[in-house]
């Protein structure tokens, strides 16, 4: 890990928000009343970070052990800089 990497978490609450249909899943963002789509692959991190704060490149690194078409650290980097802008996710201090 970089010593200058942000380390990221989701809220746990905002589990309560989603619904999966037919592999996409939507969340309702209660302080700002809107709805997000997320794929699989957003839908997985920002589960993760529900689950644990980690940085882009712990999130990297656990998707490419898990095998398949693993995306990159900058696709990663990419995908938390659009969940941070969204109110998905919040950086640890």
Request: aromatic share 6%; with cysteine; net charge negative.
């Amino acid at each position: 890990m970089r010593a200058q990497e942000t380390r990221w978490s989701a809220d746990t609450q905002l589990r309560q928000y989603w619904r999966c249909w037919d592999g996409e899943t939507m969340v309702f963002l209660p302080k700002s009343g809107e709805t997000h789509c997320l794929n699989a692959l957003a839908a997985s991190v920002l589960q993760r970070l529900g689950e644990c704060a980690m940085t882009a490149s712990e999130l990297s690194a656990l998707l490419q052990n898990e095998g398949g078409d693993a995306p990159n650290s900058q696709e990663i980097d990419a995908l938390l800089r659009q969940f941070d802008e969204l109110g998905l996710i919040s950086p640890l201090a």
